[in-house]
Antibody, heavy 125, light 112 residues
Framework: EVQLVESGGGLVQPGRSLRLSCTTS????????MSWVRQAPGKGLEWVGF??????????EYAASVKGRFTISREDSKSVAYLQMNSLRTEDTAIYYC????????????????WGQGTLVTVSS | EIVMTQTPLSLSVTPGQPASISCKSSQSLLHSDARTYLSWYLQKSGQSPQLLIY???NRFSGVPDRFSGSGSGTDFTLKISRVEAEDVGVYYCMQSRSVFRTFGQGTKVEIK
């Protein structure tokens, strides 16, 4: 059974940092890309960023709203993906979901087939 | 950025009746590999989103066949042939034509 479990959320002051973890099981983690998606309170879904599988170079892409502040990484030996969030702003307050990416035949990320339960990040003074 | 626009934003349906949600993209979602990367997700209250449909019309594993997707280019539709109580929630379309994924605003479906 595929499982994704996020951790590391909490209350943080503006300008500070936080690192989220996504611990996975039930599939060959190294073969898949991973993305983070967030949802502000009462709002819709916003894609945050993506990391490709190591076999395809582990490339990363980020939404404009977080580029330069957030970094996604992965540790295949532990089947874990990370979201490092720096210079946090109040508008980053959201539930952060880790998702598994299905990849196309040309290694493009094409949909999120499994989601974690989410972890709440609250940025407030 | 590819903008995704869903209509309606809310829908109240009698159980057993059909429902339809439209999703329009600001540019064609046909990829250079000749596939169209439009997916649909359902988020039930208090839960994570779940995949329903991928590549316009393919039902994900375990998704009931009352759900169907159609469309091409910039216009897409999710249909529920006979709405059941368990179908309530917010439905989102999402494009993956660009790696910079974008979602529609969401359509809230409730039961009358």
């Amino acid at each position: 059974e595929v499982q994704l479990v996020e951790s590391g959320g909490g209350l943080v002051q503006p300008g500070r940092s936080l690192r989220l973890s996504c611990t996975t099981s039930g599939f060959s983690f190294g073969d898949f890309g991973m993305s983070w998606v967030r949802q502000a309170p009462g709002k819709g879904l916003e894609w945050v960023g993506f990391i490709g599988s190591t076999a395809y170079g582990g490339t990363t892409e980020y939404a404009a709203s977080v580029k330069g502040r957030f970094t996604i990484s992965r540790e295949d030996s532990k089947s874990v993906a990370y979201l490092q969030m720096n210079s946090l702003r109040t508008e980053d307050t959201a539930i952060y979901y880790c998702t598994r990416e299905e990849m196309s035949p040309i290694a493009a990320p094409i949909y999120f087939d499994f989601w974690g339960q989410g972890t709440l990040v609250t940025v407030s003074s | 950025e590819i903008v995704m626009t869903q209509t309606p934003l809310s829908l109240s349906v009698t159980p057993g009746q059909p429902a339809s949600i439209s999703c329009k993209s600001s540019q064609s979602l046909l990829h250079s590999d000749a596939r169209t990367y439009l997916s649909w997700y359902l988020q039930k209250s208090g839960q994570s989103p779940q995949l329903l449909i991928y590549e316009v019309s393919n039902r994900f594993s375990g998704v009931p066949d009352r759900f169907s997707g159609s469309g091409s280019g910039t216009d897409f539709t999710l249909k529920i042939s006979r709405v059941e109580a368990e179908d309530v929630g917010v439905y989102y379309c999402m494009q993956s034509r660009s790696v910079f994924r974008t979602f529609g605003q969401g359509t809230k479906v409730e039961i009358k």
